[in-house]
């Protein structure tokens, strides 16, 4: 396999990237600015160097702990557990939410071997109770795992003297957070109801 087709299978493995779209970014980076070339050649290599899991909440960060968590700021009352780090910056995004974050970095998914283990419930039960949280909302996708996913935490937390809600379904069924737009998540996450 030469240089150009190597590129091309390579960039259609990203996620919403076909073959078309492959074939027009390589062309492109092919026909383009060397020094554009170099720098993102650069960030790509030293993302997953310089990028770790914030120790508290699991949102990607330069730093040991995240912005969010390392605020004076921030409501730690109100814990929302997203399945993604980009779901935190959509929800950040609007403004409306002054909580603290858990990010799962997976649903329950038992025929991709992905279980409670797997996505640190353990870690999030001894994060709600360290922060003395009073409310938890499930803001996982509302997907057939998603779903699963926020009513076996709510499960997880029925000894505990907690509210638990669940986002309105302001989003579109079977869809992702990340493509919802600003206003739909303000008003799933306003319109959460006790679960
Ligand atoms: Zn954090």
């Given at each position: 396999m030469n240089t150009l087709e190597n590129l091309i299978t390579l960039l259609s493995r990203?996620?919403?990237?076909g073959k078309k779209s492959a074939v027009r970014m390589a062309y492109a980076l092919l026909k383009g600015d060397d020094e554009y070339n170099k720098l993102l050649g650069e960030s790509i290599s030293e993302l997953k160097d310089r990028i770790h899991k914030c120790t508290e909440c699991g949102n990607y960060t330069e730093?040991?702990?995240c912005g969010i968590c390392s605020s004076?700021?921030?409501?730690?009352s109100q814990l929302c557990v997203v399945e993604a780090s980009q779901d935190i910056m959509m929800i950040e995004s609007t403004g409306d939410f002054k909580g603290l974050y858990f990010v799962l970095?997976?649903?329950?998914?038992p025929l991709d071997g992905v279980g409670p283990s797997e996505l640190g419930f353990d870690r999030l039960m001894e994060r709600i109770d360290t922060l003395g949280c009073e409310e938890i909302i499930?803001?996982?996708?509302?997907t057939l795992e998603g779903d699963s996913t926020a009513l076996y935490i709510k499960h997880l937390l029925k000894e505990r003297d907690l509210k638990v809600s669940r986002i309105a379904?302001?989003?579109?069924?079977?869809?992702?957070m990340e493509y919802a737009d600003k206003m739909s998540i303000s008003r799933a996450l306003k319109g959460r109801l006790e679960y």
């Open positions: 990203l996620p919403g990237v730093e040991e702990l004076p700021d921030r409501d730690s970095h997976g649903v329950l998914s499930l803001a996982t996708n509302p379904s302001g989003l579109p069924v079977g869809g992702d």
